[in-house]
């Protein structure tokens, strides 16, 4: 079964050699079984370990992607899937030489990265209520006192 042509080369899909290779159903299954932002932050991280001359394996891919979604802390991993896309892709397009990525360590630093950033901004808006909710609880009190019984 032709699923049509590539967005991006124009060749043929077809579904039929996608499923005769038991990596490719198993990765297939994988991405199915993700929400879409999670589906599509991993299909562009997987890019990131594609040679510029060949493509990468269905076995290499699925163990890349159970990997990265064995990572600790998974709320914080799709941020930290963009970022890591982003940021190669913006290096590439600045002229720099990147290459292909090897294993997961650059990513694991974002993560890092993302999770002290989304800690710190939990840690605000929570100071952030405490201090309203004071606030809040100040005011009432002194209308409380204000008001002749």
């Known amino acids: 079964m032709e699923l049509g042509r590539c967005p991006i080369c124009h060749h043929r899909i077809s579904l039929e050699a996608i499923a005769k290779d038991q990596a490719g159903r ?22 990131l370990f594609r040679s510029p001359t060949r493509d990468l394996s269905n076995d290499r891919a699925l163990a890349l992607a159970k990997d990265a979604l064995a990572l600790e802390a998974p709320q914080w991993l799709v941020p930290a899937l963009q970022q890591t896309t982003d940021a190669i892709h913006t290096k590439r397009a600045n002229g720099g030489q990147v290459k292909p990525l090897k294993n997961h360590n650059y990513l694991k630093e974002v993560l890092a990265s993302v999770i002290a ?8 808006r929570t100071e952030r209520k405490a201090t309203e909710h004071h606030a809040s609880s100040t005011a009432s009190r002194q209308r409380l006192e204000d008001t002749d019984w």
């Open 26 to 47: 198993e990765l297939l299954a994988v991405l199915a079984r993700l929400d879409d932002a999670t589906a599509q932050a991993l299909i562009g991280y997987l890019g």
């Open 117 to 124: 950033g989304g800690v710190i901004a939990i840690e605000q």
